[in-house]
């Protein structure tokens, strides 16, 4: 208990001090005047001041941060004169009436306290989280009916859009849409409003466009620094017979949000803008300078026909995910890049560039935002479109001719109400600043629980290592564990987080001995989990998933789903008695015997000749992983391996206490019950209630598999099934993922040196993660591990497409 005092003032010729104190005992002192007294009652009133100094502190404080507060967001004239905001003063000439009424920088500081990536982050985990099949339909009705969304232009029914994600950036069928082909215009890149369109002021000097009449932004800061491409004519606005134009056009969340080629271009470089988030609708871009220059922006540049030709997606509020076509890897608005805001992250395509014909998918929102053009035409190109016009998709927007009534519409721009977003409003109230100091709070609280934690790649010298390790590392640096939890706490999360809703088509396979085992096969996604135009084919490539000690296909689904969107075909390999399968013979799968495995391999090639192999393995699959490709060596049939959370030496962990002794116990709880499920076939080759009196999986396993398989002793059976037997036989590509917070597999048992010798060996440590485990996200969780897997394995396959040999 805390201790606290009470102090009562009495009259000054007494006073009475009443302490009350933690035990409960009260003292009851009196002092009269004098020497004794005055002493008394100087120590009283100086432990007084020392006590009660906080109220005056906090009051002050209080008073100075409201004065402050109400200073920002009430300038006076001039205030805003002397004070604009620093997009302003980077513009050339002097500011226009309208700019002088926009927010000063002190205002737009205040504006950026609040956490808009952050909280954009988090409704993208929202929007990605899987809902369950009755609620899809009735819900993106209810979406539909408030945004007036098409829904007669999906490629596929509302039940196949498995989260909020997948409908907004729903696909259209084939021939919803139709694009203007003729060479005199340009094609709408989306459906969508016109908020802007005019030339771009070139005339002192400064390139300079409108996001609302008399508001002005640089090209150069919107941009980046111009490109080698990019003509000084063009960017002065000098070459003869040309102009620069420009188009603004905001997408609203009922539209269609996939971005295409407006014209024939080549894309020669692409320019990610990490930014603000700030709302993209009138009321912003009337109090916000340089509003599209703030925000988080991807830009694809490059040049057409007629010269210079940029294509850039802008980011608000809620809309931080921008994806690219041909860059899938590319992901905005991440917790590694809130650090780099401001800065240009760049990629120049080689051999000159990327091709893009007319009506090709460029990119595409999460939500919706705003898409702006800015090109080089000939002088004489007309809009055929105004501020406020409903675009769809593949119409034109202009040709290279003007008519008398198009003469003064070139130059009207205009920023017309485009909804759809939170903006700030001129007057704050008590609720907002109320608000921003508990998002501030909760920012810091999650800045400081989810700082960086470690994470490395460690691998043996080799082209293919080197290679995988250099593609692999943004990936790696953008792994942020869910910062709520440790070791323990995801392992319970792994059976507690709800698996992707995944449908498997089952095959029993008869294995030489008259036992069963089962291929459980991944039905294709009909809706948006596949790739955009990537269906399965013949030839896809199968991942082949091995489950963990007890588990099965069902524990697999949401790895499943990630291998479809990846354009694998997965199969789940469920040994004897596993998947509610029935047991054929008194039999079950040793830990490391390969034999059952051999046979399902060779099932699924008889069934895919065409397809190339790949083994992923969770924890005790892991094990068996590694055992099929050290007894194979150069003649397996897998082509690369992933092991998560393996635990390397079997023999060392179960039996010489590598293991947390509770996950022994409970690892023997749920061995037990897989036994008492299958009592019946084994009673004759197993002494049930023996077995059932073990508290170890060391004494399981002498009292089950070593007697099933007829061992001598416990270390023969292990000398057969160590998965670490034929390490050194390994000949394909193979990945270990650990965490050192594993409380099942610890990092003690890791072995460095194997990584280290090995040339096709990789592993990726992390400090968080634990057994199986990886999770992402604050609220809706989702397993790095299964994203690490995939994008190994395909950036092995690129490797080994470009060096066959490999």
Known sequence: ????????????????????????????????????????????????????????????????????????????????????AAALRRLPGDRTAFEETMVTQRQLESMKLFPYRAASRLWGEVHNKELPVWLRAPLYKAWTFVFDCKLDEMRYPLEDYCNLGEFFSRPLKDGARSFDLRPDCIASPVDGTVASIGVVDASSGVPTLEQIKGARYRLDEFLGDTPAFFSAAAQQGTDVGKKMFHCVLYLAPGDYHRIHAPVDWQVAERRHFPGNLFPVNKVAARLIPSLFVENERVALLGAWKFGFFSLTAVGATNVGSIVVANEPELRTNTKVQDALVGKCLSNKYPGGGVDAARGDEMAQFKLGS???????????????????????????????????????????????????????????????????????????????AAKKTHRRIVAGDSKLNAFVANA????????????????????VLTFLVPQASIAYRREVLTLRDGGHASLDWAVEASGPRARSGQRLQDDSPIAVILHGLTGCSDSMRSLCAEALVHGYRPVVFNKRGHGGLKLATPKLQEFGCVQDLKEGIARIEQAFPSSKLYGIGFSAGSGLLCSYLGDTGNASRLDAGVLISPGYNAFDLFCRGRIHRFYDFLMTLTLKRFLVAHQEHLRD??????????????????????????????????????????????????????????????????????????????????????????????????????????????????????????
């Open 370 to 448: 705003t898409v702006v053009l800015v090109f080089e035409a000939p002088a004489d190109f007309a809009f055929t479109i105004k501020p406020g016009d409903k675009l769809i998709l593949g119409k034109s927007i202009g040709q290279f001719y003007i008519r008398d009534d198009q003469a003064t519409r070139v130059h009207r721009t205009r920023l017309m109400p485009l909804g759809g977003a939170v903006v700030f409003s001129e007057a704050y109230t008590a609720a907002a600043v109320a608000l921003l100091g508990v998002a501030a709070v909760s920012t810091c609280a999650m800045l400081l």
């Open 1 to 84: 208990m805390v201790a606290t005092s009470v102090f009562l003032r009495v009259p000054r010729s007494s006073r009475a001090v009443l302490a009350v104190r933690s035990s409960g005992s009260r003292r009851f002192s009196t002092s009269s005047s004098g020497a004794s007294g005055a002493g008394g009652d100087a120590r009283m009133e100086e432990s007084i001041l020392a006590r009660s100094w906080k109220i005056p502190a906090a009051s002050g404080f209080a008073l100075i941060a409201f004065l402050q507060f109400y200073h920002l967001n009430n300038p006076s004239d001039e205030e805003r004169k002397s004070h604009p």
């Open 685 to 806: 080759v197993v002494d049930v209630p023996a077995a059932l009196r073990a508290t170890s999986i060391r004494e399981f396993d002498e009292r089950v598999y070593m007697k099933m398989h007829g061992y001598k002793d416990l270390e023969a059976y292990w000398v057969s099934n160590n998965p670490t037997r034929a390490l050194d036989n390994i000949m394909r590509p193979s990945l270990c993922i650990n965490a050192w917070d594993d409380p099942v597999c610890t990092k003690e048992t890791i072995l460095y040196e194997q990584f280290e010798r090995n040339p096709l060996a990789m592993l990726i440590e992390t400090e968080k993660g634990s057994h199986c485990a990886f999770y992402e996200g604050h609220v809706f969780l989702k397993s790095w591990a299964h994203t690490a897997a995939m994008e190994y394995l395909d950036h092995v396959r690129r490797f080994q497409h470009a060096e066959p040999t490999v």
């Open 472 to 491: 692999m590392q943004p990936l790696v640096d953008r792994y942020a564990p869910t910062w709520w939890t440790n070791g323990h706490v995801q392992v």
